[in-house]
């Protein structure tokens, strides 16, 4: 898992990696991230069409100055169609500084208490033994 903050002036800004062109999965990431540039996302900037993301849960807010080409995963594509699953997002997650219903790229939103239950870690984003559940009790 990551946390911390970046504030970048750079496209392709993410949580866990500004561009990726491979796998990522069972990761948690809790960055704030401040962006002046397009492709900025909770969890990964840009990816690219050889990229795929599975079993992650974003909470780390995510703010651009750009007009589009943000989300609480990922912030855009390369290539192909979207290569994710069983990606999350915290119902609290501000995304440019405001807090959404909307899903935007997330196929759910986990409220504050479902964060505190390890069930919603296996039920939702399915994240297995990848994850020390001592921290969310």
């Known amino acids: 898992y990551v946390q911390g903050t970046i504030d970048s002036a750079f496209a392709n800004t993410g949580g866990l990696a500004g561009y990726l062109n491979g796998v990522i999965s069972s990761a948690w990431t809790k960055v704030n991230i401040n962006s002046a540039a397009t492709y900025t996302g909770g969890v990964i900037g840009l990816l690219d069409s050889g990229g795929q993301v599975s079993r992650t849960l974003a909470v780390g807010e995510v703010f651009t100055s750009a007009s589009d080409k943000y989300g609480r995963i990922v912030g855009g594509y390369y290539g192909s169609a979207r290569k994710y699953f069983r990606c999350y997002a915290s119902a609290e997650q501000k995304i440019n500084s405001q807090i959404l219903d ?36």
């Open 102 to 137: 909307d899903l935007m790229d997330a196929e759910g939103l986990m409220t504050e208490e479902q964060l505190q239950k390890e069930f919603y870690y296996w039920d939702m984003p399915n994240m297995g033994e990848a994850f020390d559940y001592d921290v969310v009790a």
